[in-house]
């Protein structure tokens, strides 16, 4: 559900009014993988703290979420529903993979904003995605530490997930890069 107006007590200001603004959060909850209910629920605090300081220029913020349980077919379910309940963006979302959602929130002109670590290509180069971070630059990272620290014998280890082969191939790079010899031997849980 989303988040209703609430009092103005703290803010001062009259409470928010009118037709709400809707957007929607999306992250995985259900799921084997690594849950996030942080996101959903730092979204959920968010509309309530900006609805108590009397909304967005006085209109309340709805927040919709969507548990896209780290499954591509789910994130399409959420670009669907975004689309359904005539959101004006998906704001700081994540998720394994959106590649099935960032295709149906094009068609729908919904953003996809503010993403913290996009994975998907779709999500550095569509014209509806603004991301915040750059979640490739931690595999890269961490295998020029590796040479720099002197390892040796490298493995990597990764869910059975599509990106897996991205974050490794990032891995790969910078241990090349920095000097490393020998082969990275990817394991896949």
């Known amino acids: 559900g989303g988040a209703s ?3 103005s007590a703290e803010g001062g200001g009259a409470a928010a009014s ?17 849950p996030y209910p942080n996101i959903r629920d730092a979204a959920k605090y968010y509309a309530d703290w900006i ?9 309340p913020l709805e927040v919709i979420f969507c548990d896209d349980k780290n499954d591509p077919n789910e994130a399409g379910n959420c670009a669907r529903k975004a689309v359904q309940e005539k959101v004006v963006a998906n704001v700081g979302s994540f998720t394994i993979d959106v590649s099935r ?11 996809w904003f503010g993403a913290c670590c996009p994975i998907q290509s779709q999500e550095n180069t569509s014209p509806i995605s603004f991301p915040m971070g750059f979640v490739n ?5 961490a295998a020029i530490r590796m040479v720099a620290d002197g ?6 280890t990764y869910g059975d997930l599509p990106v897996a082969d ?3 191939e ?4 910078g241990w090349k890069s920095a000097g490393g010899q020998g082969e990275v031997k990817m394991v896949r849980t």
């Open 170 to 173: 990032a891995f790969v790079n």
């Open 18 to 34: 009118g037709e709400p603004i809707k957007v929607m959060t999306e992250a995985p909850i259900d799921t084997n993988f690594t």
């Open 5 to 7: 107006a609430g009092s």
């Open 166 to 168: 991205v974050f490794n």
């Open 151 to 156: 390892c040796k014998s490298i493995a990597t």
């Open 101 to 111: 959602g960032i295709p149906i929130l094009e068609e729908g002109k919904i953003a």
């Open 137 to 141: 630059g931690f595999p890269t990272a």
């Open 51 to 59: 609805n108590a300081k009397g909304g967005i220029k006085g209109r």
